[in-house]
């Protein structure tokens, strides 16, 4: 069965401090893997989307890792800031990018909050 | 700029009724999805299509339907809503190929 675990579930860090969130995943065969911001209340946002031969992509003070090997994947985010609050979403496509690219397994998110 | 939109952003229902949810895109994308989030479950996919008219069920398509009639449009039935279908509502869509997928700001549906 598929499955996508992140860690940990929450996380309180200060304003301007990094903090790491983690990604550990059973998919096959896999796809990709992206990174979703959801702020409260909202829909997620896609952050950064990684295939197979990719294993850091930035965005701005995120900055995604892969390890197909391992099959982990960090978030990294950068001197944090109060709108990074938010639930980070996981996420991990199985199968080829024409046909079953729909079958997404999702992570159960890790919630940061950044406090001033 | 990718936009989705679904049609309330708060919905309070009884038990029984029949409620409906419509989602709308604006980048001719092939696909569209069903989603429901509630905490510690993160998001289960109820249905989706790829393409007008054509619909395949989800992990959770019980108590539920879909009806997709123009491309840009899909929306979600829930027949006799019941209590446990108080969730928070995302759709979604994305073109075949890059595989990624744009949500829309969700409906908070509650049933009393």
């Known amino acids: 069965k598929n499955q996508v675990e992140q860690s940990p579930q929450s996380l309180i860090i200060l304003e301007g401090k990094n903090c790491t969130l983690q990604?550990?995943?059973?998919?096959?065969?896999?796809?990709?893997l992206r990174w979703y911001k959801q702020d409260t209340g909202r829909g997620p946002v896609s952050l950064t989307i990684m295939t197979f031969s990719e294993n850091t992509k930035s965005n701005g003070r995120y900055t995604a890792t892969l390890d197909a090997d391992t099959k982990q994947s960090s978030l990294h985010i950068t001197a944090s800031q109060l709108s990074d609050s938010a639930s980070y979403i996981c996420?991990?496509?199985?199968?080829?990018?024409?046909?079953?690219?729909?079958?997404?397994?999702f992570g159960k998110g890790t919630l940061l909050t950044v406090n001033p | 700029d990718v936009k989705v939109t679904q049609s309330s952003r708060y919905l309070v229902k009884r038990t029984g009724e029949k409620v409906f949810l419509e989602c709308v895109q604006d980048m001719d994308h092939e696909n569209m999805f069903w989603y429901r989030q509630d905490p510690g479950l993160g998001l289960r996919l109820i249905y989706f299509?790829?393409?007008?008219?054509?619909?395949e069920k989800g992990d959770i398509p019980e108590g539920y339907s879909v009806s997709r009639e123009k491309k840009e449009r899909f929306s979600l039935i829930l027949e006799s809503a019941s209590t446990n279908q108080t969730s928070m509502y995302l759709c979604?869509?994305?073109?075949?190929?890059?595989?990624?997928?744009?949500f829309g700001p969700g409906t908070r549906l509650t049933v009393t």
């Open positions: 990604c550990n995943y059973t998919v096959s065969p896999f796809s990709n």
């Open positions: 979604a869509s994305s073109w075949t190929g890059t595989g990624e997928q744009y």
């Open positions: 996420v991990v496509s199985a199968g080829n990018s024409g046909g079953s690219n729909y079958k997404l397994t």
């Open positions: 299509s790829y393409d007008v008219k054509m619909k």
